[in-house]
């Protein structure tokens, strides 16, 4: 009869367990230690100090992330309000050829109503309880859309999270990706 | 995989140095990338600082790793990973075989993953009949060509897109022109299909952050991020060296890995991942696996010669800098990493250098590779300790060890160089051609066949060093008494060994 899933995963972490102490005993004894050492003292963590005080104003951040982003290959708008959101999201996606959106479960995109102001394309929006058929969609949606959790001005990225209403394969299969960056939420580093 | 013919490096530099391609495509391509990086980390500035925080925080994490890699063990475990420890190479494959074979997969996906290669995974699942289809768009190619990486980062980069798009016709079934946009294009639906029908992802891992059990992966074409959110389950393959102690440690990593490697501010994508799916998510793996490797890392552990060699967060810097490794390409090395850090990598990790012929000699010890190093790593030292290693354990050829003890009387003897340096002037008249020794006549030929030798001098400096001693002592400027006392201090010092 063949192992089942729980008894097989049960099996391999007794094993695990087990070759643990040797493991690590063994790293122990390489440097000199006959245990495993404590908590290590760890002063010198992170960046310089001179890179932790490194700060750009509001308006040099929304300069620098959209010089960094246009630097890496894609391209920016930036919009006084949310308002010009939903004509410009829809020019862009009629620019490119797409035929099918897929968005993110997050209620400031429904709040965009491309269902209406796009009528020829086809939606979907992220749901984790159908997840075959949302990773199906993903994977044949021409574009993605979401909000960014937060933006880092220095190097021109996105930060994305992911969650039950925020799935990764939004971002990362269509070809087309639209990610909206509150202003607040763009970082310096 | 074929490599190359030629047991030596030697031999398999012979065979590289006649491959125009290769030669072209090398140059090319590690020219790109180290002026890339020159113009990243200037930009960029302080780069100093940086290198010595990341030598710092590395140093402190191999120092410590035995808590470090207890403390990621754990916190991987709670976030619900299964985690496996593999002593050899063959363990690894083992375990990744042994999970492959209980969720009956058919085929796996992976991304690009060194530490997958070193314990040759691919074959490990080949054997089983399990496909397993490389997603790094220069992986792929390379394993279309039957052939290993020669890069760290570019794992085709001895192959130009002529070479590229003849590999691809063959898999389309069509020509395919030589045009970038063309080929990737192709490559891209071929493994797109591959990522949606595959059981099994595996990656590799650049950093784990010990703080919170998370694996981060750096990549530019997002398949990485495919491999670890569409397969029901993941395995990762990490060195157990790759751990850093916190996020905020990666700010550093991140600053000096990209900018190193390509020259980029960061890498297209750099994904954080802190266990399988949650209960919640609708993607992600349903079940993730780390499997931690040693495989003769540990043997570095308390070597004060090769310890620092575990610093190395692989980013290729060192083979983009290195005259050797542009002139004969990444096959010439022997086992999976090439240039400088392969040169070293290879046999420390095997423990085993004179089984590894010349490889410590692929090197001109000019130093490169520890300028372009951002951790620091002393590469160029760490050659010469091989070298040393290699003659104490006796792997030195018989006409070197004649040639060194020959070397040894003659430079015993003032008497005996004397005549030598003499006997030398005389008989090289036969042989100078405007200054210099073009002939390859017997052992000559070494050196000649590359380079010309300059004649000697008529007077050696030895002969000239009296009146070369009063003119530089007429012409030099009076030394202040602090000084002169400190150099005197110094030769008496050197005068009792040094030791006081």
């Known amino acids: 009869m063949a192992e089942s899933n729980l008894a097989f995963l049960n099996r391999l972490e007794g094993d695990s367990r087990k070759q643990q102490q040797a493991f690590i005993q063994n790293i122990a004894s390489r440097l000199g230690r006959l245990n495993e050492g404590g908590i290590p003292e760890h002063p010198l963590k992170g960046a310089p100090d001179f890179w932790t005080s490194y700060e750009l104003d509001y308006e040099e951040r929304i300069l620098r992330f959209m010089d960094n982003w246009r630097a890496a290959g894609g391209f920016t708008e930036r919009l006084a309000t949310y308002d010009e959101l939903p004509v410009v999201i829809a020019r862009t996606l009629r620019e490119l050829g797409a035929q099918s959106l897929i968005r993110q479960n997050q209620p400031e995109l429904a709040q965009l109503e491309f269902e209406r102001i796009l009528p020829e394309l086809q939606h979907t929006v992220w749901s984790a309880d159908k997840p075959q058929q949302a990773l199906v969609a993903a994977s044949q949606a021409d574009a993605g859309i979401a909000i960014a959790d937060y933006a880092v001005a220095y190097t021109g990225s996105v930060v994305m999270t992911s969650s039950k209403d925020k799935g990764r394969s939004v971002t990362l299969l269509p070809n087309i990706f639209i990610a909206i960056v509150p202003a607040e939420r763009l970082k310096t580093r | 995989m074929s490599k190359p013919q030629g047991s030596s490096v030697k031999q398999r530099s012979e065979t590289a140095l006649k491959d125009e391609f290769l030669i072209d495509a090398v140059k090319f391509t590690t020219e790109k990338l180290k002026n890339g990086k020159l113009a990243a980390t200037a930009e960029h500035g302080n780069w100093e600082e940086w290198r010595e925080r990341g030598k710092l925080i590395r140093a402190h994490t191999i120092a410590h790793l035995d808590f470090y890699l207890n403390q990621f063990i754990e916190n991987a475990r709670a976030q619900g990973v299964h985690v496996h420890f593999a002593p050899e190479a063959k363990d690894a494959a083992r375990i990744a075989v042994e999970i492959a074979k209980h969720h009956q997969a058919k085929s796996v996906v992976k991304s690009k993953s060194?530490?997958?290669?070193?314990?040759?995974?691919?074959?490990?699942?080949?054997?089983?009949?399990?496909?397993?289809?490389?997603?790094?768009?220069?992986?792929?190619?390379?394993?279309?060509?039957?052939?290993?990486?020669?890069?760290?980062?570019?794992?085709?980069?001895?192959?130009?897109?002529?070479?590229?798009?003849?590999?691809?016709?063959?898999?389309?079934?069509?020509?395919?022109?030589?045009?970038?946009?063309?080929?990737?294009?192709?490559?891209?639906?071929?493994?797109?299909?591959?990522?949606?029908?595959?059981?099994?992802?595996?990656?590799?891992?650049?950093?784990?952050?010990?703080?919170?059990?998370?694996?981060?992966?750096?990549?530019?074409?997002?398949?990485?991020?495919?491999?670890?959110?569409?397969?029901?389950?993941?395995?990762?393959?990490?060195?157990?060296?790759?751990?850093?102690?916190?996020?905020?440690?990666?700010?550093?990593?991140?600053?000096?890995?990209?900018?190193?490697?390509?020259?980029?501010?960061?890498?297209?994508?750099?994904?954080?991942?802190?266990?399988?799916?949650?209960?919640?998510?609708?993607?992600?793996?349903?079940?993730?696996?780390?499997?931690?490797?040693?495989?003769?890392?540990?043997?570095?552990?308390?070597?004060?010669?090769?310890?620092?060699?575990?610093?190395?967060?692989?980013?290729?810097?060192?083979?983009?800098?290195?005259?050797?490794?542009?002139?004969?390409?990444?096959?010439?090395?022997?086992?999976?990493?090439?240039?400088?850090?392969?040169?070293?990598?290879?046999?420390?990790?095997?423990?085993?250098?004179?089984?590894?012929?010349?490889?410590?000699?692929?090197?001109?010890?000019?130093?490169?590779?520890?300028?372009?190093?951002?951790?620091?790593?002393?590469?160029?030292?760490?050659?010469?300790?091989?070298?040393?290693?290699?003659?104490?354990?006796?792997?030195?050829?018989?006409?070197?060890?004649?040639?060194?003890?020959?070397?040894?009387?003659?430079?015993?003897?003032?008497?005996?160089?004397?005549?030598?340096?003499?006997?030398?002037?005389?008989?090289?008249?036969?042989?100078?051609?405007?200054?210099?020794?073009?002939?390859?006549?017997?052992?000559?030929?070494?050196?000649?066949?590359?380079?010309?030798?300059?004649?000697?001098?008529?007077?050696?400096?030895?002969?000239?060093?009296?009146?070369?001693?009063?003119?530089?002592?007429?012409?030099?400027?009076?030394?202040?008494?602090?000084?002169?006392?400190?150099?005197?201090?110094?030769v008496l010092n050197r005068k009792k060994g040094g030791h006081e």
């Open chain 2, 114 to 490: 060194m530490v997958s290669e070193e314990v040759h995974i691919n074959e490990a699942f080949e054997e089983l009949g399990i496909e397993s289809v490389e997603s790094d768009l220069g992986e792929y190619i390379i394993q279309l060509a039957n052939e290993p990486p020669s890069h760290i980062i570019i794992p085709a980069i001895h192959k130009n897109r002529y070479q590229i798009a003849e590999l691809l016709s063959k898999e389309a079934g069509q020509t395919l022109p030589p045009e970038t946009k063309v080929l990737a294009g192709f490559a891209r639906q071929k493994l797109r299909d591959k990522f949606l029908e595959a059981d099994i992802g595996l990656t590799g891992c650049n950093f784990g952050i010990a703080e919170s059990g998370s694996v981060v992966i750096f990549e530019n074409e997002g398949n990485a991020r495919m491999v670890s959110t569409v397969p029901k389950t993941q395995i990762t393959l990490m060195g157990m060296e790759r751990l850093i102690p916190t996020w905020d440690d990666l700010e550093v990593m991140a600053t000096l890995l990209p900018r190193s490697a390509t020259g980029q501010k960061l890498t297209v994508y750099m994904s954080g991942i802190t266990g399988p799916r949650r209960q919640s998510d609708g993607d992600g793996p349903e079940e993730m696996h780390i499997i931690i490797v040693d495989n003769g890392r540990s043997l570095q552990l308390g070597d004060p010669d090769f310890q620092e060699l575990l610093n190395c967060i692989r980013c290729g810097a060192c083979l983009n800098a290195c005259p050797v490794y542009r002139h004969i390409g990444g096959h010439s090395y022997p086992g999976t990493y090439s240039g400088p850090i392969g040169a070293v990598l290879t046999p420390a990790l095997n423990k085993n250098s004179g089984e590894w012929e010349d490889v410590a000699n692929a090197s001109s010890l000019c130093g490169a590779c520890y300028e372009a190093c951002p951790v620091k790593i002393p590469l160029h030292d760490m050659l010469v300790y091989l070298r040393n290693r290699k003659v104490e354990d006796g792997h030195t050829a018989t006409g070197e060890k004649m040639a060194m003890k020959g070397f040894k009387v003659l430079m015993s003897s003032y008497k005996l160089y004397s005549k030598a340096v003499k006997m030398g002037q005389v008989g090289q008249k036969l042989l100078v051609r405007n200054g210099v020794i073009k002939s390859q006549l017997g052992p000559l030929k070494g050196w000649t066949a590359y380079r010309h030798i300059p004649a000697l001098p008529t007077r050696s400096f030895r002969e000239q060093w009296k009146a070369l001693s009063t003119e530089v002592e007429a012409s030099m400027p009076s030394m202040s008494s602090e000084t002169k006392t400190r150099l005197e201090q110094m």
